[in-house]
Nanobody, 123 residues
Framework: QVQLVESGGGSVQAGDSLRLSCAASGRTFSTYVMGWFRQAPGKERDFLAAISEIGGITSYADSVKGRFTISRDNAKNTVYLQMNSLQPEDTAVYYC????????????????WGQGTQVTVSS
């Protein structure tokens, strides 16, 4: 069992940056592929980024490639999402999730989810 708690969301202006954090409980954090997803109002939840168990492999959705960076610190049981050049269309609830041994961009492969953190970007 892994419990995930996101933080770092907020309201910013277009062009600003934010860093989201996701703290995980448990001693098995380093065995999970971690991902970030987001859900905008009235839309489905979309994949943003994933990082392998020890951080050597990352993957990004085309919509955020070059602007967002996923990283992890297994000593701190934390995964991060650095978001630069934020735009109003990035407004959404952002979720982190843990996939047990599966490299995936699909929500169904992620077993554990955080409660989400709101990011609002105004123009």
């Amino acid at each position: 069992q892994v419990q995930l708690v996101e933080s770092g969301g907020g309201s910013v202006q277009a062009g600003d940056s934010l860093r989201l954090s996701c703290a995980a409980s448990g001693r098995t954090f380093s065995t999970y592929v971690m991902g970030w997803f987001r859900q905008a109002p009235g839309k489905e939840r979309d994949f943003l980024a994933a990082i392998s168990e020890i951080g050597g492999i990352t993957s990004y959705a085309d919509s955020v490639k070059g602007r967002f960076t996923i990283s992890r610190d297994n000593a701190k049981n934390t995964v991060y999402l650095q978001m630069n050049s934020l735009q109003p269309e990035d407004t959404a609830v952002y979720y982190c999730a843990a996939a047990g041994g599966t490299w995936s961009q699909y929500q169904s492969d992620y077993k554990y989810w955080g409660q989400g953190t709101q990011v609002t970007v105004s123009s």
